[in-house]
């Protein structure tokens, strides 16, 4: 590789809805590229892209594949990412990492909800964006639909640069607008070049002029003279096109059958005479000291580069993918430095990924995407340089919240002791899970992206880490508190035989406002009960506390006044007044009026218009109120209040309720009291419970 400079990198994401043929095309594009013998399937499980054990048994990427080609001196590295809603955050970090979109709507399919997700991404990023119409062979196949849709609901600047020859069964070929030629494909896969086929050839010629009027644009003397109606020379064309490219100002839409291997050739001649390079995309944003600074695709400036995902193989150990934005490393004694943590990482050295297969190398420049085994402390979103180099850092990848939880529980005690170690390797590696243990529930809630998601994470603990975990709907944490004041005296009396025992309190109970927590006042005059004992007291209440009389939750917001008690000379000490208070604390919370409160969630949903209607009408089931809507874009806000204990399945309900084209977030808000007759459930299954144990 020893010269190699970033004007010849290619890199761009395979960025689409779940089952579009991203997979199916980078497999192609291998193929074609005379890196794979025979072409794998999805559906066989022996693609390049899926190459775990799950992916391969449900037939879907769930991670994002970093493929690396050689092609016309250009190094191309393409990060084939999964398009089910549940792995949206693998397709958002790609996106950001890349210089390009390769957004693939399927020609039967057309625009589908992920495919706006993929749009909106690179819109965010500012990434360049090329349109794939795929599956042209299929039955139903409509290049002229698609590209309609595409045009209506994305952009005017999607503009064909291959069109269709023959649809379905008879889709053979392509028309390269650009070139004026045709590749018309033998059933073998082997294709000729020719001259578009005379039906075909003024759409062609009328194509190229749609994108030569976009393309001048980007020059205003080469514009000038076209508009004078002098020919644009190729060179020029190719020129500016690119440029348009890269700024987003024309959005070529090419097409092609993966499966049939139709068009593949052509896509990847496009890929490397047009995909934007890392010059061409520009600097990058990063901060110094919360000042903002651009960071320039310098092979000579100092080196730096963003972790983006972080692999852990059970055998091969844990790999770091980098996505470098400036300077020059070489592995040879040579350290990394994670400015994120302050600490060198050693380096032995760099891999070209494609698959799970890495091909070492030795250095790596700006525009470079690689692979890292056995960083230590690098994770995701952490910015690398050399020590004494670049101490800028880059803006962290965000990923969306986890929005569906689950309480796990180990299934035998070996399984326990391998819990925490399997969760530490499986939270590095993804992004968009979270683990916590309840401080109240004491439920180890595991928290991802939707049912799937968390299937799969189960699995592969399993099949990994030898994991096994049961799970269930994790617990509400809900509280207790007290309604009315109330005075009960606890007297803990045992006198017959040896060293006795004696406390005696009486303390009111006053409720608190919401959110007040837990008052303690010592009213007690004249030593009814001597000084050494009130500590006791107070201790007690707050051990009580934690376990209320009426379902087993904790008591929160109200004030104990201890005001009265009698005490024993030598039978007291700090022991008979703690369980004194216990009997007084649970008569007195009884005769209290208690209630139980449970958490009421913030929730933001973000739905497309026409579903509103439905989503606003499920808040109310759910004993929910609207806070208010807003437009957000194209799609509407609509914010509420709903209680937790109703919101466990959300991500899953909301889903359907929506064709996928819902999302929706959620933060803790405040406790409110719970409906009686809710309560008097949750009680009683608290008592079956208590029965049991
Ligand atoms: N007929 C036909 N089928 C295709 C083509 N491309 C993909 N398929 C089929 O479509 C299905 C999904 O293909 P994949 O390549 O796995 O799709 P994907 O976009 O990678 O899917 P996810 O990664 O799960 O989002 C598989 O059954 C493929 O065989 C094509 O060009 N023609
Ligand atoms: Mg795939």
């Given at each position: 590789?020893?010269?190699?400079?970033?004007?010849?990198?290619?890199?761009?994401?395979?960025?689409?809805?779940?089952?579009?043929?991203?997979?199916?095309?980078?497999?192609?594009?291998?193929?074609?590229?005379?890196?794979?013998?025979?072409?794998?399937?999805?559906?066989?499980?022996?693609?390049?892209?899926?190459?775990?054990?799950?992916?391969?048994?449900?037939?879907?990427?769930?991670?994002?594949?970093?493929?690396?080609?050689?092609?016309?001196?250009?190094?191309?590295?393409?990060?084939?990412?999964?398009?089910?809603?549940?792995?949206?955050?693998?397709?958002?970090?790609?996106?950001?990492?890349?210089?390009?979109?390769?957004?693939?709507?399927?020609?039967?399919?057309?625009?589908?909800?992920?495919?706006?997700?993929?749009?909106?991404?690179?819109?965010?990023?500012?990434?360049?964006?090329?349109?794939?119409?795929?599956?042209?062979?299929?039955?139903?196949?409509?290049?002229?639909?698609?590209?309609?849709?595409?045009?209506?609901?994305?952009?005017?600047?999607?503009?064909?640069?291959?069109?269709?020859?023959?649809?379905?069964?008879?889709?053979?070929?392509?028309?390269?607008?650009?070139?004026?030629?045709?590749?018309?494909?033998?059933?073998?896969?082997?294709?000729?070049?020719?001259?578009?086929?005379?039906?075909?050839?003024?759409?062609?010629?009328?194509?190229?002029?749609?994108?030569?009027?976009?393309?001048?644009?980007?020059?205003?003397?080469?514009?000038?003279?076209?508009?004078?109606?002098?020919?644009?020379?190729?060179?020029?064309?190719?020129?500016?096109?690119?440029?348009?490219?890269?700024?987003?100002?024309?959005?070529?839409?090419?097409?092609?059958?993966?499966?049939?291997?139709?068009?593949?050739?052509?896509?990847?001649?496009?890929?490397?005479?047009?995909?934007?390079?890392?010059?061409?995309?520009?600097?990058?944003?990063?901060?110094?000291?919360?000042?903002?600074?651009?960071?320039?695709?310098?092979?000579?400036?100092?080196?730096?580069?963003?972790?983006?995902?972080?692999?852990?193989?059970?055998?091969?150990?844990?790999?770091?993918?980098?996505?470098?934005?400036?300077?020059?490393?070489?592995?040879?004694g040579n350290n990394i430095y994670n400015i994120k943590k302050g600490e060198d990482e050693r380096v032995s050295?760099?891999?070209?990924?494609?698959?799970?297969?890495?091909?070492?190398?030795?250095?790596?420049?700006?525009?470079?995407?690689?692979?890292?085994?056995?960083?230590?402390?690098?994770?995701?979103?952490?910015?690398?340089?050399?020590?004494?180099?670049?101490?800028?850092?880059?803006?962290?990848?965000?990923?969306?919240?986890?929005?569906?939880?689950?309480?796990?529980?180990?299934?035998?005690?070996?399984?326990?002791?391998?819990?925490?170690?399997?969760?530490?390797?499986?939270?590095?590696?993804?992004?968009?899970?979270?683990?916590?243990?309840?401080?109240?529930?004491?439920?180890?809630?595991?928290?991802?992206?939707?049912?799937?998601?968390?299937?799969?994470?189960?699995?592969?603990?399993?099949?990994?880490?030898?994991?096994?975990?049961?799970?269930?709907?994790?617990?509400?944490?809900?509280?207790?508190?007290?309604?009315?004041?109330?005075?009960?005296?606890?007297?803990?009396?045992?006198?017959?035989?040896?060293?006795?025992?004696?406390?005696?309190?009486?303390?009111?109970?006053?409720?608190?406002?919401?959110?007040?927590?837990?008052?303690?006042?010592?009213?007690?005059?004249?030593?009814?009960?001597?000084?050494?004992?009130?500590?006791?007291?107070?201790?007690?209440?707050?051990?009580?506390?934690?376990?209320?009389?009426?379902?087993?939750?904790?008591?929160?917001?109200?004030?104990?006044?201890?005001?009265?008690?009698?005490?024993?000379?030598?039978?007291?000490?700090?022991?008979?007044?703690?369980?004194?208070?216990?009997?007084?604390?649970?008569?007195?919370?009884?005769?209290?009026?208690?209630?139980?409160?449970?958490?009421?969630?913030?929730?933001?949903?973000?739905?497309?218009?026409?579903?509103?209607?439905?989503?606003?009408?499920?808040?109310?089931?759910?004993?929910?109120?609207?806070?208010?809507?807003?437009?957000?874009?194209?799609?509407?806000?609509?914010?509420?209040?709903?209680?937790?204990?109703?919101?466990?399945?959300?991500?899953?309900?909301?889903?359907?309720?929506?064709?996928?084209?819902?999302?929706?977030?959620?933060?803790?808000?405040?406790?409110?009291?719970?409906?009686?007759?809710?309560a008097k459930k949750v009680i009683a299954a608290h008592k079956r419970e208590e029965e049991e144990e």
């Amino acid at each position: 590789m020893g010269s190699r400079q970033p004007e010849n990198t290619r890199s761009f994401t395979l960025a689409a809805h779940g089952g579009a043929g991203k997979t199916t095309l980078a497999e192609a594009m291998l193929f074609c590229n005379g890196q794979v013998s025979r072409m794998g399937k999805t559906e066989a499980g022996n693609t390049v892209s899926d190459f775990t054990s799950e992916e391969q048994k449900r037939q879907i990427s769930i991670g994002a594949s970093l493929l690396t080609m050689e092609r016309a001196g250009k190094t191309l590295f393409a990060l084939d990412a999964p398009g089910f809603a549940d792995f949206t955050g693998e397709m958002s970090a790609a996106i950001r990492v890349t210089d390009a979109t390769l957004i693939l709507v399927s020609a039967v399919g057309g625009v589908e909800v992920q495919t706006g997700r993929a749009w909106e991404y690179a819109s965010e990023n500012a990434s360049p964006v090329v349109f794939y119409i795929s599956k042209m062979d299929r039955e139903n196949a409509d290049f002229g639909k698609v590209l309609s849709d595409v045009k209506e609901q994305f952009s005017p600047n999607a503009l064909p640069v291959f069109l269709p020859i023959g649809a379905e069964a008879s889709f053979k070929g392509v028309v390269d607008v650009l070139r004026g030629k045709a590749y018309i494909y033998a059933a073998d896969g082997s294709f000729t070049e020719g001259e578009a086929p005379a039906d075909m050839a003024e759409a062609a010629a009328s194509a190229k002029e749609i994108l030569v009027e976009a393309a001048v644009e980007m020059d205003d003397a080469l514009m000038e003279r076209y508009l004078e109606g002098e020919a644009v020379s190729d060179a020029d064309l190719a020129r500016v096109l690119r440029a348009a490219i890269a700024k987003r100002r024309v959005m070529p839409v090419l097409m092609g059958s993966a499966a049939m291997n139709v068009g593949v050739h052509q896509l990847l001649d496009f890929i490397v005479d047009y995909f934007p390079s890392p010059l061409d995309r520009g600097p990058v944003k990063a901060e110094k000291d919360g000042a903002p600074v651009e960071v320039v695709p310098d092979v000579s400036a100092p080196f730096s580069a963003l972790c983006f995902k972080v692999m852990v193989d059970p055998y091969v150990g844990k790999l770091s993918f980098i996505r470098v934005h400036s300077g020059t490393l070489s592995s040879e004694g040579n350290n990394i430095y994670n400015i994120k943590k302050g600490e060198d990482e050693r380096v032995s050295t760099f891999k070209l990924m494609t698959g799970k297969d890495g091909k070492d190398v030795k250095e790596i420049i700006a525009g470079d995407i690689v692979a890292i085994p056995k960083l230590q402390s690098t994770k995701v979103g952490h910015t690398l340089a050399v020590k004494g180099g670049a101490s800028y850092l880059f803006p962290h990848i965000e990923f969306p919240l986890p929005v569906y939880s689950v309480a796990v529980v180990a299934k035998t005690r070996a399984d326990e002791d391998k819990l925490g170690n399997a969760i530490s390797k499986t939270l590095e590696e993804d992004r968009s899970l979270t683990f916590e243990k309840n401080p109240e529930t004491h439920d180890n809630v595991l928290s991802g992206m939707g049912d799937l998601h968390i299937d799969i994470v189960l699995a592969k603990m399993k099949e990994r880490y030898g994991v096994d975990l049961d799970v269930k709907t994790p617990q509400v944490p809900y509280r207790e508190t007290i309604k009315k004041t109330s005075e009960a005296q606890g007297k803990h009396k045992k006198q017959s035989g040896g060293h006795g025992q004696y406390g005696d309190v009486s303390i009111r109970y006053t409720p608190l406002e919401r959110g007040a927590g837990f008052e303690f006042v010592d009213k007690i005059v004249g030593g009814a009960i001597p000084k050494n004992y009130i500590p006791a007291v107070e201790k007690g209440l707050h051990e009580y506390m934690g376990k209320g009389p009426l379902a087993g939750f904790p008591v929160v917001d109200f004030k104990a006044e201890l005001f009265f008690g009698s005490y024993h000379d030598v039978d007291s000490s700090e022991m008979s007044f703690k369980l004194a208070t216990r009997l007084s604390f649970r008569k007195g919370v009884m005769d209290a009026s208690p209630a139980l409160l449970e958490p009421v969630m913030n929730v933001e949903v973000i739905v497309p218009e026409p579903c509103m209607g439905d989503v606003m009408g499920d808040f109310s089931g759910r004993r929910g109120r609207i806070i208010g809507t807003e437009a957000r874009g194209r799609l509407q806000v609509v914010k509420g209040q709903v209680p937790l204990a109703e919101m466990f399945r959300y991500a899953i309900i909301l889903r359907s309720m929506t064709s996928g084209q819902g999302s929706f977030s959620m933060s803790p808000s405040h406790y409110e009291e719970v409906p009686a007759d809710i309560a008097k459930k949750v009680i009683a299954a608290h008592k079956r419970e208590e029965e049991e144990e």
